[in-house]
């Protein structure tokens, strides 16, 4: 009788520990499928051409691996504004060379590191990183995120597609890269 029951609670501790694995092997694959979904989303999002800095080849600027979304370089001086350029009937607006800076009649903005770095988002959630991209403010309560950030249009993905977004930016190397802020219009009231 005795060995009969030891059986039986070993026969039922093997099938829980089977059951929990499956539950945590299943919870890892749909983690990862996240992580892979989100990875999509941001390389067919072009997200690579604003917030990746880049290194010049013959063939152009290519995405710099190694800093792969981690912002403008905060080393990177950028030249000053040829005077009367943006404006109607000019251009709307002039970018870095590294397409990681842009001004226009917003003033100067830089593509953030979207890195796991504690001058990344670090200490973003999914739910503030769902509702910058809904509301169009940093960490959803912010200043304005400026152009050419096409928030509108990814605040348009479901929240599953952005929560998987986050789920990939949060799986990246961190890099450590303060970008600046932005710097206001050289028009705006003093």
């Known amino acids: ?9 070993m026969a039922t501790s093997l ?23 989100g990875r999509y989303l941001v390389m067919l999002g072009g997200c690579n051409e604003c917030h990746t800095p880049k290194v010049f080849t013959p063939k152009g600027p290519q995405p710099d691996a190694s800093r792969l979304l981690s912002g403008h370089p905060a080393s990177e001086k950028l030249p000053p504004t040829p005077e009367g350029v943006i404006g109607p009937g000019k251009w709307g607006a002039v970018a870095s060379a590294g397409l990681t800076a842009w001004v226009g009649p917003w003033g100067t903005s830089f593509a953030a590191n979207l890195t796991p770095d504690a001058t990344g988002i670090a200490s973003w959630t999914p739910e ?18 400026l152009p050419p950030m096409p928030w509108p249009d ?26 600046p802020g932005p710097v206001p219009p050289a028009n705006a009231a003093k």
């Open 128 to 145: 503030s990183f769902i509702k910058a991209m809904k509301t169009g403010k940093h960490l959803g309560e912010g200043r304005q995120i």
């Open 154 to 179: 990814i605040g348009r993905l479901s929240d599953g597609d952005l929560r998987a977004i986050f789920a990939y930016l949060k799986s990246l190397p961190a890099v450590a890269n303060q970008v």
């Open 1 to 9: 009788m005795k060995k009969t029951m030891v059986c039986a609670v």
């Open 15 to 37: 099938i829980c520990l089977s059951d929990a694995f499956a539950a945590e092997s299943k919870g890892a694959a749909k983690a990862n499928g996240a992580v892979e979904h």
